[in-house]
């Protein structure tokens, strides 16, 4: 490789590094004992709900503030620990370039009761090990484990959920994400994989207030909106649906399959030129879709 060309390489690297680094955010937390008091080097775990190996360890400073920088935008899984306290968690989403506080407070327990928990936290983590590895009943058998010594713990049951759900084990995955979202009903994962689940069973009308709740908790979310506009749809309800799919597309505007949906609420509205911009959208975003076939056809329907 040339002198010239090992140069552009790096500029482009760089170029793209920063890029990159324009888009990531961090965390600013503190650890607190019941009285309020700050707690010193707890162990924090900061884990991406998207793939357990992205994972961040830090400890808490004599203040209990930790900070967490270069996260891509997503929801992390925040997990402290400190010898005489129970664990905490806490859910938290980190936006776009986003700078999120977060406050734990940890409960005192009896040494006893300190060893059940960290018998539960590596029942816990090995189940993360063999969900990585795709090992889906073994994942399960493990969070089972992790589950009987803290039954009070929100992230074991939707873990187990998702194992559950990644081995066909579709009525107990939901069992499972229900129990998560009674025991922790503002987590957006939660309430996401609860209405899922939901919808998986047809059950539309059971699943709309969790998607509803997961659209909430992050509205800004495109998914979560084009999630719900999926299910209001199956419930009949193409109407309060259309608003759903449009904030889709206006928080990202690549989002292919929501200009699906639009263009074709739009033709039942009689809506012709905003439904061909539709779909003539989605074509272009998506021309291979497994729908671009049908899109193509109600194009040339639109055309006569």
Known sequence: MSKRSAFISLTLFLAAAGAWAQFQGRISGRVLDPSGNPIERAEVAIVSQKSSAVRYESKSDKEGRFVQVGLMPGYFMITVKKSGFAPGSKEIKVGVAGEETVEIT?????????????????????????????????????????????????????????????????????????????????????????????????????????????????????????????????????????????????????????????GTILIGQNKVAEARASLEKFLALAPGHEKAGIAKQLLEFLKK
Do not use: H, M
Not at 108 to 120: I, L, Q
Not at 129 to 140: D, F, S
Not at 233 to 260: C, K, Q, T, V
């Open 106 to 262: 940890l409960k005192t327990v009896e040494a006893e009761a300190e060893k059940t928990y960290s018998a539960a936290d590596k029942s816990f983590l090995k189940g993360n090990k063999l969900y990585a590895e795709q090992k889906y009943a073994e994942a399960v058998s493990a969070y089972g484990e992790a589950i009987a010594l803290a039954p009070g713990n929100w992230g074991y049951r939707l873990n187990l959920g998702l194992s559950l759900k990644k081995a066909g084990r579709l009525e107990e995955a939901l069992a499972a994400f229900r129990k998560a979202v009674e025991l922790s009903p503002e987590s957006y994962s939660a309430n996401k994989e609860t209405g899922e689940a939901l919808g998986l069973a047809k059950q539309f009308a059971e699943a709309k207030p969790f998607y509803e709740k997961a659209a909430a908790l992050s509205p800004d979310d495109p998914d979560a909106q084009y999630n719900l506009g999926v299910c209001l749809i199956n419930g009949g309800d193409s109407e309060a649906a259309l608003p759903r799919f449009l904030r889709a597309a206006e928080l990202n505007p690549d989002y292919a399959d929501a200009y699906y949906q639009i």
